[in-house]
Nanobody, 125 residues
Framework: QVQLVESGGGSVQAGDSVRLSCAASGRIFESSLPGWFRQAPGKEREFVAVEGWRDSSPVYADSVKGPLTISRDDAKNTVYLQMNSLQPEDTALYFC??????????????????WGQGTPVPVSS
């Protein structure tokens, strides 16, 4: 089974930017749509972003105040999430699951998988 490994997290201050990476062990991103979720301590997993399909644009969560950009490098089997103007409420463990094209349009965690271990992004004020 393809494995996903998130990285790039780490302690930042409010207003900082961070670019998270998600490396796949195989070419899963050629046959599925990568997304990003986060889970804050004591809370449910929350949708953050998902790549668009065909001519559609990426979808980003309204709950994330700062600008977001999801992108990919197919040569590296890697997906990225650029987050700017981070706030303490963005503190969470960030994951990069994928979902099949048949689930296009869904932002529900149950429609995504596999899941990696996540990368933590603690944001201090």
């Amino acid at each position: 089974q393809v494995q996903l490994v998130e990285s790039g997290g780490g302690s930042v201050q409010a207003g900082d930017s961070v670019r998270l990476s998600c490396a796949a062990s195989g070419r899963i991103f050629e046959s599925s749509l990568p997304g990003w979720f986060r889970q804050a301590p004591g809370k449910e997993r929350e949708f953050v972003a998902v790549e668009g399909w065909r001519d559609s644009s990426p979808v980003y969560a309204d709950s994330v105040k700062g600008p977001l950009t999801i992108s990919r490098d197919d040569a590296k089997n890697t997906v990225y999430l650029q987050m700017n103007s981070l706030q303490p409420e963005d503190t969470a463990l960030y994951f990069c699951p994928t979902h099949s094209f048949s689930k296009f349009g869904s932002t529900a965690a149950r429609d995504f998988g596999p899941w990696g271990q996540g990368t933590p992004v603690p944001v201090s004020s």
